[in-house]
């Protein structure tokens, strides 16, 4: 997995809650059997109408914004627990997903791909939504977000496990094989 | 110290704590199927691991497959591809496949409990949401990622922060017509799509101990639609009853051990939680979603609540899942003619699913507007069906019997509702573009898509039963 430290990004603001992964990517575009390419689908129902065509005033086919950082409402993620939703996320060029709530499985699955779910409050998010040209600043280290239009901001939250695993490129299986022998331990004594 | 359910299976589970990380938690089975597992594999190669413990481990074929013509080569490149990998990393990797055409394949939560393979106390994980099913035996089932699914292929471990607990107690009889669909959905509605986030809930209560393994299912199947990570029932006599006998699950002496170690999988009396929520049966009625999140539904009677009932902050979703449903707030459902009606999926495909829904449409004709199919959970669900002449019921009612598989509850594979159609589904996800792009979605009970069918119409099974 790269490395996760600081990113200074502009952002693209999708004001809309209760997201779910049948959005982020539509069952049908789940029968790859690689990792790869599902940027292109990211959204597609509301990216794309049915001739393909982009659909306008959807936020990702909008020409002012763009950046490494997705804005959106509140609940990113709900629904199924396809990964697909945090690889198509991340094959699109996102490498930050700015919400005031993540779905559990969401959250997991976007940390093991090298995305990072940043939590903020309500207010802090509207902030982003008022100032949809902003520049944004997010610090793994210090766990610190700064809306350089509003001058705000704001510590989140992170596992300081996630933490140590995103700085370094680690991930979960790195860790998981490393502690094999008391895995192994812990069969044998059940 | 006094302690939950859940915190005794999940306890006795974990290998590790990581300070203030996540628990490094044993997997006791691991469900795959063809859709969230290749990149798992392919992973696990790519690092020169071996599969850590094959023989915890079944698969199946059931998100992508088509439910007509099995036993012919699936027609669609990409699923066909998909499920040849299934088949060819089960066969490298020595994992028990009940792939097509095998008689125990069907949608991986309808086959592991009516395998015996899912039993109480046990950790469960499928790369799949309504893992949560497996939570109606008293064990800690969930949804998990496809690195996880990784994760557990190299290790047989997951690393998970342990979830916030909740009991949501529900005591009194249904009203007849009521069922399990039902409950969940008034559920939901009450707490919201997000109200269980971050929380493993419990059910307790006597409308649970009343309902049958089965009904069980259903609810724990939904708890993943409030947000919570999994929920679960814990185990009695009845559970113990279904579990016995079944191919994988123990016999003999060892049974009577297991049964012994299994009653003690309950919450102490005095055990805390950090959410509980009460309800009353008699409140609820059939119900029928509206919108295009499980959370917004309502009795079937009811009117879709206006623009003034809603918090300022809930209008604009409101709004735009509104116009997607083409409805209007403050409408009335019932009466409303919808063409058409799928019975499936692993909250609503087992047999007493398809017998609840023959016994509506017994000698009855489904309206001609009408498209209703049904897709059984399994292959022994099918077999049952069969054997029970529930299959002609259908038939002479208009009604199309199909073969096992997920189908239209995720339209991956051909059987998708239109753009723009009602259907009345007894899945368990009504948002945008699920059963096919387009598509709108109204979640509600076995009866109530049987009879929607017949009728034609959105209709209240209490004026018919
Ligand atoms: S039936 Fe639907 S919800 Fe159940 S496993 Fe299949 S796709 Fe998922």
Known sequence: ????????????????????????????????????????????????????????????????????????????GCGSSREHAAWAIHDYGFRVVVSSYFADIFKNNSLNNGVLP??????????????????????????????????????????????????????????LVSMKDEIEAFEKNR | MSKTLFDKIWDSHVVKSIPEGPDVLYIDRHFIHEVTSPQAFSGLEKRGLPLFRP?????????????????????????????????ENCRKFGVELYGLNHPYQGIVHVIGPELGITQPGMTIVCGDSHTSTH??????????????????????????????????????????????????????????????????????????????????????NMSIEMGARGGLIAPDEKTFDYIKGREFAPSGKELD??????????????????????????????????????????????????????????KSGFTKSLSYMDLKAGEKLIG???????????????????????????????????TAFIIPGSKQVEKQAFEEGLDKIFTEAG??????????????????????????????????????PGARTMLASPLTAALTAIEGKISDIRDYI
């Open chain 2, 55 to 87: 023989d915890k481990i079944v698969a199946t074929a059931d998100h992508n497959v088509p439910t007509k013509n099995q036993h012919l080569p699936i027609s669609d490149a990409l699923s066909r591809l998909q499920v040849e990998k299934l088949t």
């Open chain 1, 1 to 76: 997995m790269e490395k996760f430290s600081k990113i200074t990004s502009t952002i693209v603001p999708m004001q809309i809650e209760n997201v779910d992964t049948d959005q982020i990517i539509p069952a049908r575009f789940l029968k790859a059997t690689s990792r790869d390419g599902f940027g292109e689908n990211l959204f597609r129902d509301w990216r794309y109408d049915e001739n393909g065509n982009p659909i306008k005033d959807f936020v990702l086919n909008d020409s002012r914004y763009d950046g490494l950082i997705l804005v959106a409402g509140k609940n990113f």
């Open chain 2, 257 to 314: 051990e297991a049964i012994a170690s299994w009653r003690e999988l309950n919450t102490d009396p005095d055990a805390t939680f950090d959410k509980e929520y009460h309800f009353d049966a008699v409140d609820i009625g059939p119900m029928i979603t509206y919108g295009t999140n499980p959370g917004m539904g309502m009795q079937i009677n009811n009117n879709i609540p206006s623009l003034e009932e809603l918090d300022p902050s809930e």
């Open chain 2, 135 to 220: 939570g109606a035996f008293g064990a800690v089932a969930f949804g998990i990622g496809t690195s996880e699914v990784e994760q557990v292929f190299a290790t047989q471990c997951i690393l998970q922060p342990k979830p916030l607990r909740m009991r949501i107690t529900v005591n009194g009889k249904l009203v007849k017509g009521v069922q399990a669909k039902d409950v969940i959905l008034y559920i939901i509605s009450q707490i919201s799509a997000s109200g269980g986030n971050g929380y493993f809930v419990e059910y307790a209560g006597s409308t649970f101990s009343d309902m049958s393994m089965e009904e069980r299912m259903t609810v724990c």
């Open chain 2, 399 to 436: 009604f199309e019997l199909r073969q096992p598989g997920c189908s239209a509850c995720l339209g991956m594979n051909e059987d998708k509702i239109p753009k723009g159609e009602y259907c009345v589904s007894t899945s368990n996800r009504n948002f945008e573009g699920r059963q096919g």
């Open chain 1, 118 to 175: 940043v939590q903020v409050s309500e207010e802090f998010l509207n902030g982003f939504f008022e100032n949809p040209e902003t520049e944004v600043t997010v610090d793994l280290e210090s766990q610190k977000i700064y809306n350089s239009a509003t001058g705000e901001s704001e510590l989140f939250d992170i596992n300081p496990y996630k933490k140590y695993c995103l700085l370094n490129g680690y991930d979960d299986i790195d860790y």
């Open chain 2, 336 to 370: 409303k003619p919808v063409n058409y009606v799928f019975i499936g999926s692993c909250t609503n495909a087992r047999i007493e699913d398809l017998r609840a829904a023959a016994e509506i449409v017994r000698g009855k004709r489904k309206a001609d507007h009408v």
